[in-house]
């Protein structure tokens, strides 16, 4: 066929995995991304990716969020429908049960698919507590998984705690491609920015304090305790400010904390547009990388790799063992600390104030790190894995 060769299918396809669509689509023959949130693409994309409306995610409700969730996998399932059998489909992990419509087509007309975890489910609401490991609804949610990942051509996942623990979820049989590829950031758009021309950071009034910055989800799987706790202990440091930029389910209990602690060295704002990220991210001198205990091996925070990319040093909230506090530790661009423990963040951070030139080492790092290991070159990995794929689907 002479049309897209494979079909991308995610509702809210941020920066990171568009770069991912874009590159496939250019080295393979052009490709297809369903996707919601159109309005809120900052760039241009490349030619040979074709975008297709879908409806937005919804994330304002359990009600909202489940009808999104199905007005979506309906219009992929009719884009699956009429797509053709060469066609290799791409499924995220997330709307749940999105990637039964790869193994449908594999099963009904021997079509390829591949399967991308970026977060586990149910792993992570049995986590939380949301769901118990016993529940039926688990065991069909484990279930499907088994199904659909033994029959993908790929099962695509983000580190290797992660594949750990998709292995065991799979019962440890063996039968699973699963093909580790680290997130990125794109270093050219995303880099270091000095203080006094970063216009964003300027309009805070801040001068030329040092900045600790969350920028990113606030969701439940997002521990930030310590750090408000962090920034109480720290209200009469006039060199440090802490600046959370995001959304989320935890939007108003930080909102309300802030309020309550007094916090006059901390600002809230709500997620800033796409085209603003080479300015709200090197505002941060630090970067704030924050994963509840229990989310080890089901869940890396795609902000690492931004942060690393403007140059911002990592104070990693996180349980010990995980991606993000392999990266601390191996590439010595930050520090990695309980995100409980309170007076440790304190003193961390008063240990960089103090010591300016070991921050600046970190920062340093960091970039140097996300241009070595971390940048757009990752998504080659994926070119390489998908078109031996395409050009089976040709043949």
């Known amino acids: 066929m002479n049309g897209p060769t494979v079909i991308f299918f995610n509702q809210v396809a941020g920066p ?28 241009s994309l490349d030619p040979s990716l074709r975008v297709i409306s879908a409806p937005d995610y919804d994330r304002r409700s359990l009600l909202r969020r489940s009808s999104s969730w199905l007005h979506y996998f309906l219009r992929a399932a009719a884009v699956v429908m009429r797509s053709d059998r060469s066609q290799v489909l791409f499924f995220v992990s997330n709307p749940p049960f999105l990637s039964v419509l790869g193994w449908l087509a ?50 695509f996942t983000i580190g290797d705690h992660m594949a750990e623990t998709i292995r065991a979820e799979d019962n440890g049989l063996g039968q699973l491609n699963v093909c580790v590829i680290p997130n990125w950031a794109d270093v050219e758009f995303v880099r270091p920015l000095p203080k006094s021309e970063n216009l964003f950071l300027q309009s805070l009034g801040w001068g030329n304090r040092t900045v600790v910055l969350y920028s990113g989800n606030l969701g439940n799987t997002h521990n930030l305790d310590g750090l408000l706790q962090a920034a109480e202990l720290l ?30 060295n901390m600002r809230l704002l709500p997620f800033q547009p796409e085209s603003l990220l080479p300015q709200t991210l090197p505002a941060g001198d630090i970067a704030v ?20 990319a403007a140059g911002s040093a990592l104070l990693a909230l996180v349980p010990r ?75």
């Open 321 to 395: 063992e995980c991606e993000v506090a392999d990266i601390v530790a191996d590439g010595g661009c930050g520090a990695r600390v309980d995100a409980t423990d309170a007076p440790a963040i304190v003193r961390i951070l008063i240990e960089w104030l103090d010591a300016p030139e070991r921050l600046a080492e970190y920062r340093r790092r960091a970039r140097a790190l996300a241009e070595s290991q971390f940048s757009r070159n990752n998504s080659a990995k994926y070119v390489a894995a998908l078109r031996p794929l395409v050009l089976a689907g040709r043949g």
């Open 106 to 155: 594999a099963v009904l007309r021997g079509q390829c698919y591949c399967v991308l975890v970026y977060d586990l489910y149910p792993g992570v609401l049995v986590q939380l507590g949301r769901l118990s490991p016993r529940s039926p609804v688990t065991w069909v949610w484990r279930k499907f998984n088994r199904l659909v990942w033994r029959r993908a051509a790929f099962v």
């Open 289 to 308: 990388v924050s994963m509840d205990n229990a989310m080890a091996g089901y869940m890396v925070p795609s902000k690492t790799y931004y942060s690393m």
């Open 16 to 43: 990171l995995f568009r770069e991912l669509a874009e590159d496939v689509a250019r080295e393979v023959g052009g490709a297809e991304l369903v996707t919601g949130h159109l309005a809120e693409i900052g760039r």
């Open 235 to 264: 209200k009469e440091r006039s060199d440090l400010a802490f600046l959370i930029i995001g959304a989320g389910a935890q939007w108003g209990a930080v909102e309300a904390a802030i309020a309550r602690r007094g916090l006059h």
